[in-house]
Structure formats: structure tokens, C-alpha cells
């Protein structure tokens, strides 16, 4: 009988396993619950914010994982690849995490390394431990790419005019533990800092794999992003949560364009846009269920990085078998939307009306307030935006005058450049008459420049001996005056 009673209490545990869980916030939470989340958090050590629920429930079994790659194994399939593919990739660590596992990224280019005026696009993988779907397809997206580059013009147009950067797993060590959460049983997609809230703003408590991201935008542009997590299928796009942290659907500047890129996404996917729970296969986050600290938010927030959360499978630990099922689904969806960054938007460059130097300026879209910022290079600018449209476009740099044009963005990207003027102040203006002189001030200041050329000396002493004889011909004259005035005598005025 207790055998008996055993076998039904482990075979309920595991069912729990295979129930439909969301990936960028566990089960989905009613906003009965949002509502009061942040008064009972401290955002400390033991806050709900940015650590997990405890879970009563048994570990994953090792056998899930089987067939999948571990973090060594993954880590000698990337350096193999950039062995194999060196001609157009090169691997490097962002950081480590908690249990110091190096963060490794692929760069896919036909110049990587090199600053270029082109777009960059990242894909992260793994971010929650308990969803490794993503870090075996970016595997096989680096490897598509590799092998048919020269064959696929899809391939080809992404290796020639993208900067492709994949980093396969975030979250190595939970992955490890068979866990959502990090070493330190953190949700990593809750450890940014909030736009709507004071959360995660303490530096020492953020985490290890969180930081490196952030220093990564940082020090590479990106264009554009996406995140790959498991538990449903849909593509998800901010903003991620409310300030009254009510489910509602809650756009942010460029909704319409985000729109545009999540339709990429699930059009092209093999079932993505059929969904019956998510309209066209996309979702707003906020309209879907708040949540806050997400990355996705952060990154456009404070870089201008257009960022996807995609969920790429129902079931967020798959049978390895399906991997390749999986990734056949998925791969127009990942190769169209890097593509999408060179094939729709507008696209440029900013320069100085003074010799065509490269203005590292910003550029915003009446009616958004949002700014893309150019590159500190080239000055390069890469603008998405929903095609079919009609938009006036700024390009502004400190010290120089705005300039702003109107265009029509249709269904192909379109190049458009700016040359913006100094902004003339009175010590130009100045400087300018000074230019723009005739003659006569042109002698007056070789003259000027005689005196500053060592000779202030001689013309001290010409001064004085020049003011002396001055000084000797007045006295002359006065002399001359009272000598005539003692013979011609007083005036007389006229008898009438």
C-alpha cells in the first residue's frame, strides 16, 4: 500500500512539470496579486521582486536534460565554431556568472571585431535556468548562418550588413541546477532597474550576469534584441508593466513599430500567428501580465535598443528530440528579424556642414519620445519604424542647429542622411567679421601682427619720441598765439 501511495505521489509531482508555465513570470499571476506585490517587498535579500517563490517540489530529474548540451560541452561546441567559421565570427566573455561560468558570445560579420556603419542585433538565450530551448536553437542559427553564407542570400545579406551578436546562455548556473532563478535563486528577468518603480537600483545587489549585460550596451550599439524563453508561444513587446500595475494593455512611444517586429516574428514562424489566445501570435507585456525590472523594458529604456521577449516553445524543458523540430519552426522567424534591421527603417548617417565630420548626434521622430543615438564612429543611425507611414524626422547634436525632414517609409528601408550647421554665436560672429574683411582692415592687422611679431620695443620708443615732439609743438604754438596777440591788441566792438 505505501508503495502503492508512493508511486501516485511521484507521478503527481512530475505531471506538475509538464503544466503550462510562462516564462517571464512563472505562472501567470492575476493582478489581484500585481496589486499589492510591491507593498510587501523590500527589495532585499529576501524580497519577491528579484527572488523567486520557494518551490515544494522535487528538483528536475537529470533525464529531462539529456541530449542537451551542458555548460562545458557548450562552451567547446562555441570555440570549435569559431574555429571552424573564423572567416566571418569571433567569440568573446561579456563576464561570469555567480559561479563563475564565462558569459560567451558569437559575433557573426564579414568584419567582426570592427566598428562599422552598420546595425547590431543580439539574441539571448537561457535566461531563466528552466528554459534551455533558446541556448540549442542560437547554436544552430550560428551554424545555419555559417554554412550558408555564401549560398543563402538571406545569409548573405546578414553577414555583409549586420553585426550579429548571440549569446546562447545567460543564466549557465541555472541551467546547472535545473532552476529558473541564478546561483543565488534570482529571476534574472526581474533584476533590471524599473522604470516605474525604485527597484534594483542598488549596484551591490545586482547580479553578476545582470551587470554584464548592461555593461555590454554599453560598449557595443545595438539596433535591436530579443530574448528566447519557453512556457508559451507568442512574441511579446513593451511595455512589460503599468505604474498602477493593473493588466492593461500600455504601449510605449513606438508601439506601432514594436507591433510591426513582433508580426515579423510570428508571421513567419510555423504556428505562432495561429494562436487562439494571442491575436496574430503577439502580445503587449503589460496587457498580458505586468511585470517589472524586466530586461526587455531596461534596454530600450536607456539604450534605445528595440527588444523582443519571445517564447519560442509551449513546453519550456522539451524532449532534445524536438530540438531540431523546434528550430525548422523558428528559424525564419530568427533570420528575418535580424534581417529586418537592414531591409525596413530608416537608415544614415550625421555630419557637420564644416568639412563633413561625423556628428555623433541623436535622432528622434515627431510624435516619439524616444531618441536613437548615432554611432561615435560614423555617426551611423539605424531608425525603425512601421513601414507604410508618414514621419518627420530630427536630427539634433549639441552646438549645432537642428535640422528636420518629412518622409514616406514605405515597405523597403531608406537611406537619409543630415548635414547640420554650427550654431553661430556672437563670438562667431566675431570671428567671422574678422574673416570677411576689406583692405584697409587687412593692413590694420598686418600691422597688429608687426607689433606681436617681437618689435614692441621699437615702437615703445617711437611712441615716447613722437609724444615728445608733439609735446615741443604745442608749446611752440602757444608761444607763436601770445606774441600775436600783444601786437594786434584787445578786440573793439563796433559803435552803433
Request: glycine share 8%; proline share 4%; aromatic share 12%.
Amino acid at each position: 500500500m505505501e508503495l502503492l501511495f508512493s508511486l501516485v505521489f511521484l507521478s503527481l509531482t512530475f505531471s506538475s512539470f509538464l503544466h503550462p508555465t510562462f516564462a517571464r513570470g512563472g505562472q501567470r499571476q492575476h493582478s489581484s496579486l500585481s496589486s499589492g506585490f510591491f507593498e510587501n517587498s523590500s527589495y532585499n535579500s529576501g524580497s519577491t521582486a528579484r527572488h523567486l517563490f520557494e518551490e515544494n517540489r522535487l528538483h528536475l530529474s537529470l533525464d529531462i536534460a539529456r541530449g542537451y548540451m551542458t555548460n562545458s560541452q557548450l562552451e567547446k561546441a562555441l570555440k570549435a565554431f569559431a574555429q571552424r567559421c573564423s572567416h566571418i565570427s569571433r567569440i568573446y566573455s561579456i563576464g561570469k556568472s555567480v559561479k563563475g561560468v564565462p558569459l560567451w558570445v558569437i559575433e557573426i560579420s564579414d568584419n567582426p571585431g570592427e566598428e562599422e556603419a552598420e546595425p547590431a542585433f543580439k539574441y539571448i538565450g537561457n535566461v531563466h535556468g528552466d528554459e534551455p530551448v533558446g541556448r540549442e536553437l542560437l547554436l544552430f542559427l550560428a551554424n545555419w548562418i555559417c554554412d550558408n553564407h555564401l549560398k543563402d542570400p538571406l545569409a548573405t545579406l546578414i553577414v555583409e550588413n549586420v553585426h550579429l551578436h548571440i549569446l546562447p546562455t545567460m543564466n549557465p548556473d541555472g541551467f546547472s541546477l535545473r532552476r529558473r532563478g541564478n546561483a543565488n535563486n534570482v529571476d534574472l528577468n526581474r533584476d533590471f532597474p524599473d522604470q516605474f518603480f525604485p527597484m534594483n537600483e542598488d549596484v551591490h545587489m545586482r547580479q553578476p550576469e545582470t551587470r554584464a549585460i548592461m555593461n555590454w550596451l554599453r560598449d557595443v550599439h545595438f539596433t535591436a534584441s530579443a530574448s528566447l524563453h519557453g512556457g508559451a508561444l507568442v512574441a511579446n513587446y513593451p511595455w512589460d508593466g503599468t505604474q498602477d500595475k493593473r493588466t492593461n494593455y500600455f504601449g510605449c512611444p513606438d508601439d506601432e513599430t514594436f507591433r510591426f517586429m513582433a508580426s515579423i516574428y510570428s508571421q513567419s514562424h510555423y504556428n505562432m500567428s495561429l494562436s487562439k489566445e494571442f491575436q496574430g501570435g503577439i502580445t503587449n507585456g503589460a496587457s498580458w501580465y505586468p511585470i517589472y525590472g524586466g530586461m526587455q523594458d531596461w534596454n530600450y529604456i536607456h539604450y534605445g535598443c528595440f527588444e523582443l521577449t519571445l517564447e519560442i516553445s509551449d513546453n519550456k524543458w522539451p524532449s532534445a528530440t524536438e530540438l531540431p523540430t523546434l528550430w525548422e519552426y523558428n528559424k525564419m522567424s530568427m533570420l528575418n528579424l535580424v534581417a529586418s534591421l537592414v531591409k525596413t527603417g530608416v537608415h544614415g548617417r550625421i555630419f557637420s556642414s564644416d568639412g563633413g565630420r561625423p556628428l555623433p548626434g541623436f535622432i528622434t521622430v515627431k510624435g516619439m519620445n524616444q531618441s536613437v543615438k548615432s554611432g561615435r564612429t560614423f555617426a551611423d543611425y539605424h531608425r525603425l519604424l512601421a513601414p507604410r507611414g508618414r514621419y518627420e524626422v530630427m536630427a539634433a547634436m549639441p552646438g549645432y542647429k537642428l535640422r528636420s525632414t518629412c518622409i514616406w517609409l514605405d515597405e523597403a528601408a531608406m537611406t537619409l542622411d543630415f548635414v547640420l550647421d554650427a550654431e553661430v554665436t556672437l563670438k562667431g560672429n566675431l570671428l567671422r567679421s574678422g574673416c570677411e574683411c576689406d583692405c584697409g582692415n587687412t593692413i590694420r592687422l598686418e600691422f597688429v601682427d608687426f607689433l606681436l611679431g617681437g618689435h614692441l620695443e621699437v615702437c615703445f620708443i617711437l611712441i615716447i619720441i613722437v609724444g615728445f615732439l608733439c609735446f615741443l609743438f604745442q608749446r611752440r604754438m602757444k608761444s607763436n598765439l601770445s606774441k600775436h596777440r600783444q601786437v594786434v591788441g584787445p578786440k573793439r566792438l563796433a559803435g552803433v
